[in-house]
């Protein structure tokens, strides 16, 4: 069943579970062969975030890329700072992806302004729960991460959950 879209946002925002895994994947692959976990972690979210953010807009919206973003960033920032930042972690993007994007159209017509920032060309996506799980999955593959020799394989799941 897909989720109706509302004023707070798409709430599956069309993110496939299976075309996320595919872009992370190809990421890890493509750019992170070598060097340490956490360097390899940052090069993939680099470039998918660079995909993401194209110059145009035209990847703006898209839900796989969101997710697929959201999901190797947390994971590289908790491959680099350990298990013991999972709470915080947990509660940041809870509060950010959760709260804050649930509620920006109410934010919006209250106060006439964003409360939640955007990073590149693209306007910030909406709330989607999807993207919300992926980045929580992100955190505990990335606290995983922070004990993994140099030359593990780096893999991602088939779902957030």
């Known amino acids: 069943m897909r989720c109706r879209k509302t004023p707070w946002g798409d709430f599956d925002m069309s993110v496939d579970n299976g075309r996320v895994q595919a872009i992370v994947q190809q990421a890890l692959n493509a750019y992170g062969p070598t060097g340490d976990v956490s360097t390899r972690l940052d090069r993939a979210w680099r470039a998918v975030n660079a995909r993401r953010e194209m110059p145009g807009g035209v990847n703006c919206g898209d839900g796989n890329l969101a ?27 809870s509060t950010y992806d959760g709260l804050l994007k649930a509620h920006q159209a109410v934010f919006d017509l209250l106060f006439g302004g964003d409360v939640v920032f955007k990073t590149g060309s693209c306007k910030a996506t909406g709330f989607s729960l999807l993207v919300l799980l992926w980045a929580q999955q992100g955190i505990c593959d990335g606290a995983i991460d922070f004990f993994r020799s140099d030359d593990a394989k780096l893999t991602c799941p088939s779902n957030p959950y």
């Open 67 to 93: 997710a697929a973003d959201h999901y190797l960033f947390m994971r590289w920032t908790a491959s680099e700072l350990g298990p013991a930042y999972v709470p915080f972690l947990y509660t940041l993007t």
